[in-house]
């Protein structure tokens, strides 16, 4: 079946520290990827998608990359900041006759100043 | 704000009553999906509709939830009978659909917050 797995939160960071949050999925077929943000009090909003292997998808900084050999899709950025403090989920999407959206459980991340 | 407008944010109720959310997508998206989110958890696929057709519907939909499109536009979702394993939050989020991956933005609302008593 089609599933995501990410990592299990909460990570907490101080400023400037490098992020890395692991997704890894299961897809029958050939998925589009996201990362979905979810800032205090808001709703989820697009961060970044890949479509196809060996995309980079980027955004404010933070970047993915399709890896269809390993079936990975990490979030990463160099410097965080404490605005980035947020639930992020990775998702995917693929043709199943409709395009349901997929998504991972949810990792929060808190920063520090 | 993304566009996407749902009412009401928030609904308390008894168990046993019936519930009704409206969902209103931007305006010139054609396919919708209604979610459902409980805490600590990713949001769940519950259904989805191309202009007003219902196209499908997850397993997680037992027959006590109905989704309707009536003209390609809003959308609403009943709950009959609500139990309190229905509270959750429950997104609405729309597209313009047209690609064949599915590699279209999702754009959601706030979302409606049910509590069961």
């Known amino acids: 079946g089609n599933s995501v797995t990410q990592m299990e939160g909460p990570v907490t960071l101080s400023e400037e520290a490098f992020l890395t949050i692991n997704c890894t999925y299961t897809a029958t077929g050939y998925p589009s990827l996201f990362w979905y943000v979810q800032y205090p009090g808001e709703g989820l909003q697009l961060l970044l998608k890949?479509?196809?292997?060996?995309d980079k998808g980027s955004n404010k900084g933070f970047e993915a990359t399709y890896r269809k050999e390993t079936t990975s899709f990490h979030l990463e950025k160099g410097s965080v900041q404490v605005s980035d403090s947020a639930v992020y989920f990775c998702a995917l999407s693929v043709n199943t006759g409709g395009f349901k959206t997929i998504f991972g459980a949810g990792t929060r991340l808190f920063v520090k100043a | 704000d993304t566009g996407v407008s749902q009412d009401p944010r928030h609904k308390i109720t008894k168990r046993g009553q019936n519930v009704t959310f409206r969902c209103d997508p931007i305006s010139e998206h054609n396919r919708l999906y209604w979610y459902r989110q409980t805490l600590g958890q990713g949001p769940e696929f519950l259904t989805y509709f191309q202009n007003e057709a219902q196209l499908e519907k997850s397993r997680l939909l037992s027959n006590r939830f109905s989704a309707e499109r009536p003209k390609g536009s809003f959308s609403t979702l009943e709950i009959q009978r609500t139990e309190q394993g229905d509270s959750a939050m429950y997104l609405c989020?729309?597209?313009?659909?047209?690609?064949?991956?599915?590699?279209?933005?999702?754009?959601f609302g706030p979302g409606t917050r049910l509590l069961v008593l």
């Open positions: 890949a479509t196809k292997a060996d």
């Open positions: 989020a729309s597209t313009l659909g047209g690609g064949s991956r599915g590699q279209e933005t999702q754009y």
